[in-house]
């Protein structure tokens, strides 16, 4: 069983930067990859960004590619998504997500755990 606990969202101007913290619970977390998803109001949750176990492969969605990084460091239980130059597009509630169970890894549905959502508003 892992626990994942979300944070650091706010409300920033575009063009600026936030970092999302995911800090996890459970012994097993550092074997895991760990993806980022968002869902804005009406939207279905979409896939942002994953790394795998030892955060030494990584993934982005095209609209986020050189503007946000994802990166983990498990010696503290912690994944981070730094989001440079927001836009309001990138407006939603962001979510971490670890438990991978196959299949497409841009499907919400092929994860086990996931937080509750940070909530991150970037304002035109």
């Known amino acids: 069983q892992v626990q994942l606990v979300e944070s650091g969202g706010g409300l920033v101007q575009a063009g600026g930067s936030l970092r999302l913290s995911c800090a996890a619970s459970?012994?097993?977390?550092?074997?895991?990859?760990v993806a980022w998803f968002r869902q804005a109001p009406g939207k279905e949750r979409e896939f942002v960004a994953q790394n795998n176990w030892s955060g030494t492969s990584t993934r982005y969605r095209d609209s986020v590619k050189g503007r946000f990084t994802i990166s983990r460091d498990n010696a503290k239980n912690t994944v981070y998504l730094q989001m440079n130059s927001l836009k309001p597009e990138d407006t939603a509630v962001y979510y971490c997500a670890t438990g991978f169970k196959g299949g497409s890894d841009s499907n919400p549905r092929m994860y086990a755990y996931w937080g509750q959502g940070t909530q991150v508003t970037v304002s035109s």
């Open positions: 459970g012994r097993t977390f550092s074997t895991y990859a």
